[in-house]
């Protein structure tokens, strides 16, 4: 993630504010245990506020974050918004952004995995997991797989999953990687990512520390047997919130645009047992996969 100039941060507020984007979200009172969902986040106490994922890279590789503090005439929660490249009037519609690398790339277009059963202390270090969490950390695997992006190159994405489904969903990523279905980011989500939401996140990701947006029960994620892919091109919806919150044009699910969970691919988790987001009721969580359901 390249610094972003204070000029250019300006601009980011100012885009983000004349797009009237919602950076301050009302308190939410419905309660779901659906709601799952990796993306901006909310100040609110009844909702986690550490419950987001963020695209932002890793601290060592970015400038430190930049606090824009907005407000609206219902409410007065606040969040904040990590430093990040604009993201032009096209991408927030059919949004095809490069990846940036965070490990090795593999040499060609070959598949290639690795598995690390449990993750080493210092894999689960870098992660949000502590002594509160729902799982042990032994109980957890690290995968590294190959996967398409977005720019048409091949790229080497890493997840933390629960032990006892870390064979069948490195076995998805070797599919849609044989698909070529592309993805933008894959990573461990970190404290720092946990901390500094962001209205565009787009981090595909399993395991993550957190409760549920809505409620107060732990998010599948924190057992490690929920994944989410694309968050931007598969958002949250509920009550018309939308989560990654420009994400909005991703709403309409009948766009035929790369990165949109498909039909192939739902089927590839019913074959593995696990439920679509996207089947919900009352909340619609396209990017989110779970061996529960929920
Ligand atoms: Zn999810």
């Known amino acids: 993630m390249a610094w972003i100039p204070p000029t250019r941060l300006t601009r980011t507020t100012l885009f983000l504010s004349a797009l ?15 709601a799952e969902v990796a993306g901006v986040v909310l100040a609110d106490p009844q909702v986690d506020a550490a419950s987001s994922q963020s695209t932002t890279a890793a601290p060592t590789t970015t400038a430190a974050p930049s606090t824009t503090t907005s407000t609206t005439t219902t409410t007065t929660t606040t969040t904040t918004l990590p430093v990040r490249p604009v993201l032009s009037s096209e991408d927030l519609i059919d949004r095809r952004v490069d990846t ?13 995995s690795t598995i690390e059963s449990p993750a080493s202390a210092d894999i689960i270090a870098r992660s949000t997991w502590n002594e509160e969490c729902p799982v042990a950390a032994t109980d957890l695997a690290y995968a590294e797989v190959s996967f398409f ?9 890493e997840l933390l999953v629960h032990v006892d489904y870390v064979d069948p969903i490195v076995d998805i990523f070797g599919r849609l990687h ?17 901390a500094n939401p962001s209205a565009d996140a787009n981090t595909t990701s399993i395991f993550t ?13 924190a057992f490690g047997d929920a994944v989410d892919i694309n968050p931007f091109h598969n958002p949250y919806v509920s009550s018309g919130r939308v989560i990654p919150a420009l994400a909005t044009a991703y709403v309409d699910r009948e766009r035929n645009v790369p ?13 593995i047992g696990w439920g679509w987001g996207g089947d919900w009721n009352r909340v619609k969580d396209w990017m989110h996969f779970s061996a529960t359901g929920g």
Not at 28 to 34: A, D, V
Not at 259 to 271: K, S
Request: aromatic content about 8%.
């Open 20 to 34: 009237g984007i919602g950076l301050v979200v009302a308190a939410c009172g419905e309660t779901s245990i659906e």
């Open 259 to 271: 990165g949109v969970i498909t039909e192939e691919i739902t089927a590839m988790f019913d074959e």
């Open 209 to 221: 520390c957190r409760r549920s947006v809505s409620s107060s029960r732990w998010s599948r994620h």
């Open 178 to 194: 044989e698909m070529r279905f592309p993805i933008e980011e894959m990573r461990i989500i970190s404290e720092y990512d946990l």
């Open 100 to 112: 940036h690398d965070v490990h090795e790339p593999p040499v060609d277009a070959t598949f290639v």
């Open 149 to 157: 992006g977005f720019d048409g190159e091949f790229h080497t994405g």
